[in-house]
């Protein structure tokens, strides 16, 4: 769902109510001006009228921020006007001239950027007076909708200058919010008048599209299970799984370090992708080029799977969950693929809030359901492998594959065990396995 | 006093520059001289070319409001309620009535 979709049908069901008011309210980077121009670009696209007033940037440099996010507003419907901020003296000037504008162009839309420096310089009495009288009256009348923009210092907790909130219809607060090592965007809606808001609470991000907010995946997407499997790119583990691991199944690939789970995952997504099926490798742990060293000394050609391999090295210490969710989605809805690798539940559990990332693990299930992806995720174990973490992952997990070693001799014997094969008549015993230039190899003793 | 129709529209400028914005009168200055390298007596020598580097400073907007409170200024410093429309004919009366 697109993000101004998803802000009118189910943040504000219906959208702004018509001859309305808005405050958009946030510190400086929370995007309101990406927000505001997003819904002007929607509005556009419904063959509606937009009068933006700018007075934090020139016409070049807001265009030119715009195109960044691929919107081309069409001429004949969008009006820039550019105006500088003014003194008290000035001020009736200028009110006559947006008045001029806006009966001229008579839009369905008008956005302030930003009433905060529309009113830098003069009192909050002739704020209030502008607002409910000049531009109130002009929307009312016209059934228009006005946005008007309001910054908001870094820390400071009241809204605007205290007045603006008192004579608009809605209010919106965009707010970076501090969980853990990072900071997450959040949008609130305190005030809606003649709109039910249930969810007055909403994560968002800017992507190259504009803004996308967060939207938990439904539920009741997926009433009936894949049947299909796809190979885990060890044929000898296939057999132990009987017959490989189900679309749309989450395999959690459990170990010690140098047990060579990264290295399982390389064999699953490699042999998919050379089966002609589209596969997704990320690593939150090393660079794309580490992981492409890794083929090459087991043999593999990227150059050969290139169009059916994707790479993607990610740093979770500058996303939320909730953004690397949005990032994997829109891995998969580009690639479209049929296997995934996700190296490592640990690197974004080092970086997360807990409960946030169990939640994101769930929604992550909920889309590899819908998907019919293969998923698998790694997961290190410190101590003796037995011990299995109490993650949300594990319990979330369709399939567990365990890795461990032990030392005989003088000589360290690497294990697999299939703990848990959800639907599979799997095998119950322990393995020995190595890792060798031509694969992964497992023994029957 | 001033009596000269070209130093009138400079205080003119002045005046309006100030009403709207205390620091827009040196930034404005200072363009003029860089850009076009004249005062604001460009404003009375060529009124069309004035406003072309004032739009380029401000945007076509700012550049509208400017001119309409050099307008507003002109009138009263000619004490006329004439319908002034823009600069080039609050020059042309100018040149007429000084």
Known sequence: ?445 | MIGNPEDMMVEAVKRATKRANPALEKLLEVHLRLNANSGFELAYRDPKRFKDFVNRLFGEYSGRLLEMLIVDEIKRMLEIGEDLENLEKAVEILRMIV
């Open chain 1, 1 to 445: 769902m697109k993000s101004i979709e998803f802000l009118f049908n189910r943040i504000i069901p219906k959208g702004f109510p018509s001859g309305s008011m808005i405050l958009i309210v946030g510190e400086p980077g929370t995007g309101k001006t990406i927000l505001t121009s997003a819904i002007a670009n929607y509005e556009l696209e419904r063959g509606r009228r937009i009068l933006f007033i700018s007075l934090n940037e020139p016409k070049e440099d807001y265009m030119r921020t715009i195109e960044r996010f691929g919107w081309r507003f069409n001429k004949s419907r969008f009006r820039f006007v550019d105006l500088f901020a003014v003194g008290r003296e000035a001020f009736d000037a200028q009110i006559r001239l947006i008045i001029e504008e806006f009966a001229m162009f008579n839009p369905d839309l008008v956005i302030i950027d930003s009433i905060t420096a529309l009113t830098s310089l003069i009192d909050p009495e002739f704020v209030r007076s502008f607002l409910h009288a000049s531009l109130g009256s002009m929307i009312k009348k016209r059934g228009a909708i006005a946005l008007l923009i309001a910054e908001k210092p870094i820390g400071k907790e009241e809204i605007g200058f205290g007045v603006e909130e008192f004579v608009v219809d809605g209010v919106i607060v965009l707010r970076f919010v501090k969980y853990g090592e990072h900071y997450r965007r959040v949008l609130e809606i305190p005030k809606m008048r003649r709109r039910r808001i249930e969810k007055p609470h909403y994560e968002y991000t800017i992507t190259n599209d504009g803004i996308e907010f967060f939207e938990i995946p439904i539920l009741e997407s997926v009433e009936e299970a894949w049947t299909e499997k796809v190979t885990t790119g060890i044929s000898r583990l296939d057999e132990m799984m009987d017959g490989g691991v189900y679309r749309g199944s989450i395999t959690v690939i459990a170990g010690n370090t140098g047990t060579g789970k990264t290295t399982f995952g390389i064999y699953f997504t490699y042999s998919n992708a050379l089966r002609g099926k589209k596969s997704v490798f990320v690593t939150f742990e090393e660079s794309v080029e580490s992981i492409l060293r890794a083929m090459r000394s087991y043999g593999m050609e990227f150059d050969g799977v290139r169009d059916n391999m994707i790479i993607v090295s990610l740093i979770p210490e500058s996303e939320s969950p909730i953004n690397v969710f949005v990032k994997l989605k829109d891995i998969v809805e580009k690639e479209n693929p049929i296997a995934m690798f996700i190296d490592s539940y640990n690197s974004l559990e080092g970086n997360m809030d807990e409960n946030e990332l169990s939640k994101m693990i769930r929604y992550l299930q909920l889309m590899v359901r819908e998907k019919g992806i293969a998923t698998m995720i790694s997961l290190n174990v410190d101590g003796r492998v037995k011990e299995l973490p109490q993650t949300g992952l594990s319990t979330l997990a369709d399939n567990i594959i365990l890795l461990s070693y032990d030392f005989e001799g003088d000589e360290m014997v690497r294990k697999i065990l299939i703990l848990k094969s959800r639907a599979s008549n799997h095998s119950k015993r322990i393995y020995r396995f190595e890792i060798t230039p031509s694969g992964v190899e497992i023994y029957d003793r």
